[in-house]
């Protein structure tokens, strides 16, 4: 039977990369999206044109009910779920003091809590099928690369760092729990609302002077879901380029 594989968020950006692409690779592929149910049907749809398979769910993780269904529904379509990519993230861009409680509140809700929730109700079936893997996605901004402008982002996924560390400890000893921590990454999403300008000096403080790609991403993520990271725990890997001023 193929390993079942549930992403987060997966209806654009990593998240949609990441489905086609494990999907492509034999994985059984459930996917979570929250409002953006016309980009999530292109991608069910992506995926079964290419011959392969997937199951799509709406879930809004910050809330337990919905992430309770959500884990069930999947359960009930493919009898188990085998690795979880933890990616749904939101980003609410804008000057530090016309930061909002409410926007601040809902980055920890989706970012930090969402997290906690789905590891909590997935962990437990991969704790009782003694195997799993979880691959938790933070960011350099939740290290050391900062804007003020996303100050809650970035304390967001700082926290998720922290998350993976727990998480690790307590899944053991038959979950992989391991964190990534991209850099900068040419999604759409991501370089939509940027000009040429600030995309090239944002590439020059990479030692490699580009930016990261979803290929390169799903590469590592492909990576920690097999069985040859088998020894790879608690462990948070950049994948940045190399950056100045680290």
């Known amino acids: 039977m193929n390993k079942t594989v549930l992403i987060t968020g997966g209806s654009r950006g990593i998240g949609k990369f990441t489905a086609i692409y494990l999907a492509s690779k034999g994985y059984n592929v ?51 779920i085998d690795i979880l990519i933890n990616n749904a993230a939101v980003c609410y861009d804008s000057l530090f003091y016309e930061k909002t409680v409410e926007d601040f509140k809902n980055t920890l809700n989706v970012n930090v809590l969402g997290t906690f929730l789905v590891s909590k109700y997935v962990g437990e079936i991969m704790t009782n099928n003694k195997y799993g893997k979880i691959v938790n996605i933070s960011s350099t901004n939740g290290i050391n690369t900062y804007y003020p402008m996303c100050i809650d982002y970035d304390a967001s996924k700082s926290a998720i760092i922290s998350l993976t560390h727990n998480l ?21 999403s991501e370089i939509s609302d940027m000009d040429e300008e600030f995309i090239k000096l944002e590439e020059e403080k990479i030692f490699l002077k580009r930016a990261g790609t979803e290929q390169d991403i799903a590469n590592l993520i492909e990576f920690l879901i097999s069985d040859k990271a088998s020894y790879i725990n608690s462990s948070v890997i950049r994948i940045d380029g190399g950056m100045y001023g680290e």
Request: hydrophobic share 40%; with cysteine.
């Open 30 to 80: 459930a996917f979570t999206y929250n409002n953006s149910k016309e980009r999530a049907e292109k991608v069910l749809k992506q995926i079964a044109d290419n011959g392969n398979n997937a199951f799509m769910v709406k879930c809004d993780i910050s809330d337990e009910e919905q992430v309770k269904n959500m884990v069930n529904q999947v359960v009930l379509t493919y009898g188990k």
């Open 168 to 188: 690790a400890m307590q899944l053991a000893p038959y979950v992989n729990v391991n964190c990534i921590a991209p850099g900068f990454i040419a999604t759409e």
